[in-house]
T-cell receptor, first 109, second 116 residues
Framework: RKEVEQDPGPFNVPEGATVAFNCTYSNSASQSFFWYRQDCRKEPKLLMSVYSSGNEDGRFTAQLNRASQYISLLIRDSKLSDSATYLCVVTDSWGKLQFGAGTQVVVTP | GAVVSQHPSWVICKSGTSVKIECRSLDFQATTMFWYRQFPKQSLMLMATSNEGSKATYEQGVEKDKFLINHASLTLSTLTVTSAHPEDSSFYIC????????????FGPGTRLTVT
């Protein structure tokens, strides 16, 4: 079983619409949670950290559910530039990052 | 913000040769650097963790004699793929952790290796 699992997508989203997707993690001792964005053939870039109480950064909202061991990302008012692969990342107690394989989002005009 | 560079950004080499990839933290000191590998449509897989001045710690299944890591200074780590084979073709990404941050890692732009 993979440490971090994501729906690979693609999620095809009309411009201006809202899209949401989850990620599940297997290690209940996981310490920190992040969403990264990766464009094709590029390195991952930190989008946002995910806090227990949930947090928002502009059009992006992240939620954490420790009991069910999943985190979510919601993108409102999607822009064409939001098209990317979104990586769910979880750290273990040694600070190592565990990456999901990513969820592809395609925003269409 | 913290910047990490990698060189080269892409390389094509013949089977059996060795390739060295450099990872540099440009504006901060990185006590720890990480090397990842990513195959198409797959997640980044941690290969090894390198701490300045000490031997790298390799993840299970990663051959330390094949992937040589040297972290000689607080701003430079190198990964050498020895006797490369076509199955080593992949996207290699390094990241560096600032002294001040335990969890945040800054990623380099990656090196695309193709072995023919």
């Amino acid at each position: 079983r993979k440490e971090v699992e994501q729906d690979p997508g693609p999620f095809n989203v009309p411009e201006g619409a809202t899209v949401a997707f989850n990620c599940t993690y297997s290690n209940s001792a996981s310490q920190s949670f992040f969403w990264y964005r990766q464009d094709c053939r590029k390195e991952p870039k930190l989008l946002m950290s995910v806090y227990s109480s949930g947090n928002e950064d502009g059009r992006f909202t992240a939620q954490l559910n420790r009991a069910s061991q999943y985190i979510s990302l919601l993108i409102r008012d999607s822009k064409l530039s939001d098209s990317a692969t979104y990586l769910c990342v979880v750290t273990d107690s040694w600070g190592k990052l565990q990456f999901g394989a990513g969820t592809q989002v395609v925003v269409t005009p | 913000g913290a910047v990490v560079s990698q060189h080269p950004s892409w390389v094509i080499c013949k089977s059996g040769t060795s390739v060295k990839i450099e990872c540099r933290s440009l504006d901060f000191q990185a006590t720890t650097m990480f090397w990842y590998r990513q195959f198409p449509k797959q997640s980044l897989m941690l290969m090894a963790t390198s701490n300045e001045g000490s031997k790298a710690t390799y993840e299970q299944g990663v051959e330390k004699d094949k992937f040589l890591i040297n972290h000689a200074s607080l701003t430079l780590s190198t990964l050498t793929v020895t006797s490369a084979h076509p199955e080593d073709s992949s996207f290699y990404i390094c990241s560096a952790r600032d002294r001040a941050s335990y969890y945040e890692q800054y990623f380099g732009p990656g090196t695309r290796l193709t072995v023919t």
